[in-house]
């Protein structure tokens, strides 16, 4: 049984990141992964102001009906329907399972584009795209929990499919080897930062808290509470950037977060930010 997400989690140093997204395997979940993929990563952006951007004001991220990227519930009629509704296609469990999978491609998509990377000016190691897989899962967590016990049960089969993801990360970057010990590091991070994040978003919470946790947990190599000058102006920018996505989040109603029908804003297009 896999572990429950609310439970404690997990950091992992030194991997180096071989592999781009991996795909979860589950033929479950064919239809909703078939409709979120989005199109190839764009080739490396060129340099951009990272003083100018992400403080314009929160937006709602949830996606136009019009949007090609949106992940619809099928509507079968006839015989088709009926041993669809057998199998229990339409039951509340397989529809969240199909919104859970559609919401972690969300989560893929962010932080396997380069760009995440080149705006942030990140190397992409295994450590890196892990830092940056829990705060988006972080994201999402923090919003689905507004929604009380539904939104709690809908982020349990986010965490598995995260958890699953993360398994297969952590054997395509070379450790086959004491998985089990890996991954149990891995749980542990997980929950530390998560308990970080949250508590830095308190109302009470320090100034710079935030932004000193964003350094530990993503950007910090050696151990240091503190940016030194030259991180100073990526971890600032990424904490507009968390503040900024979780303001976004508040304001993405119910049913596009359920049904994954949002997208992280995208940091190919800069012109919100100015």
């Avoid at 395509?172 to 891995?186: F, I, Q, R, T, Y």
Wanted: hydrophobic residues 40%.
């Amino acid at each position: 049984m896999l572990p429950r997400w609310s439970r404690a989690l997990g950091s992992l140093k030194n991997l180096k990141y071989r592999n781009d997204v991996c795909p979860i395997p589950r033929q479950t979940y064919s239809m909703a992964t078939a409709a979120a993929d989005v199109s190839p990563p764009p080739p490396k952006s060129p340099q951009v102001n990272l003083d100018k951007l992400f403080w314009s004001k929160p937006c709602s991220l949830a996606l136009p009906a019009d949007s090609p990227h949106r992940m619809d519930e099928p509507n079968y009629e006839g015989f088709k329907r009926i041993i669809l509704k057998l199998m229990l296609f339409y039951s509340k469990q397989s529809k969240s399972i199909r919104g859970a999978n559609v919401i972690y491609r969300r989560v893929v998509s962010q932080v396997d584009k380069p760009l995440i990377y080149d705006v942030f000016n990140l190397e992409k190691t295994f450590k890196m795209t892990f830092s940056l897989l829990v705060l988006h899962m972080w994201f999402c967590l923090r919003r689905l929990k507004e929604e009380g016990k539904e939104g709690v049960e809908l982020g349990q089969y986010l965490y598995e499919l995260y958890n699953h993801d993360v398994e297969l990360r952590v054997s395509k970057a070379g450790v086959n080897l004491l998985l089990s010990k890996w991954m149990k590091e891995l749980e542990r991070i997980f929950y530390g930062n998560i308990v970080a994040y949250d508590a830095a978003m308190l109302p009470d919470a320090k100034k710079d808290e935030l932004q000193n946790v964003i350094w530990k947990n993503v950007f910090c190599d050696d151990g240091t509470s503190k940016p030194d000058d030259a991180a100073l102006r990526a971890v600032q920018g990424m904490t507009r950037y968390v503040r900024r996505e979780v303001g976004c989040l508040s304001l993405t109603d119910k049913e596009a977060m359920f049904s994954g029908n949002f997208m992280f804003t995208p940091l190919e297009n800069t012109s919100f930010n100015k």
